[in-house]
């Protein structure tokens, strides 16, 4: 596993070489008709007319948001993120712990994979409260380590076993401690729901675009091929396969 500086270091060439890689696998996977970003973004109220997106990426969530009668900040500190927002709304380059906004300007934050990449998680959740209004929402979305089946779990195994990786793909609003990292923000927390989603295999190009959107911060290009490889092999043999994508949300109020 990548140290913290050198996991900075990943996340920086990961983001400047695969921008939009995230987003693709996450908008691609469905648990019934929503993807994660859909399941996000209905937590945000129609009267909600400034939203501030942090960690945006490619502007995924600010498309799902878009209203006329709405704005919403795409905050990401990737420019080759950035880029890809287009007509989304307005984009900031920015470090999610130094947000350059007043307290109190957004009536929602939201968060799809903030907490997921940038550290301390601690701050960042100090920045959304600080910079959202009393009564105001701070949604979060990550992934998580459940609700998950033994067939979901025998099928990841086999794949990180076939690339001899340890795969960073962290439960990471467990892992904080959200009973007392929101309280100790200013925040109360809501609700707190998880979700299956499932991202479904085809072909060699669904492979290296899922493989693609993980985190391997300990992987060389071999064990990225061996992991596309392996999928396809599966999907050759099996037909199309489904890998699980759980996912938490959780939506408190300052």
Not at 66 to 86: F, M, Q
């Amino acid at each position: 596993m990548a140290r913290p500086s050198d996991w900075t270091g990943y996340l920086t060439g990961f983001h400047r070489d695969r921008a939009g890689a995230i987003e693709a696998v996450l908008t691609r996977s469905r648990a019934g008709d929503d993807n994660p970003y859909r399941w996000l973004a209905r937590a945000v109220s129609s009267q909600s007319r400034t939203v501030v997106d942090i960690a945006s990426g490619a502007g995924p969530v600010a498309r799902e948001l878009a209203h006329p009668n709405r704005t919403v900040v795409s905050v990401d500190i990737s420019y080759d993120e950035l880029k890809l927002v287009d007509q989304a709304g307005p984009a900031v380059q920015a470090d999610a712990l130094r947000l350059p906004m007043a307290d109190g300007v957004a009536d929602v934050v939201t968060s799809s994979m903030g907490l997921a990449v940038v550290t301390p998680a601690t701050d960042v959740l100090s920045e959304m409260a600080r910079i959202v209004r009393p009564g105001g929402l701070v949604v979060l979305l990550g992934p998580s380590v459940r609700p998950t089946s033994v067939r979901d779990a025998r099928e990841l195994g086999l794949l990180f076993a076939a690339m001899r990786a340890r795969i960073r793909f962290p439960g990471v609003l467990e892992r904080i401690g959200l009973a007392t990292a929101l309280p100790a923000a200013g925040l109360r927390k809501v609700e707190d729901a998880r979700e299956r989603y499932q991202f479904t295999v085809s072909g060699r190009e669904d492979a290296e675009m899922v493989i693609n959107g993980m985190y391997l911060p300990s992987a060389d290009p071999q064990q990225i091929e061996a992991g596309v490889s392996h999928l396809v092999r599966r999907i050759s043999r099996r037909g199309p396969l489904t890998l699980p994508i759980p996912m938490r949300r959780v939506v408190a109020i300052k």
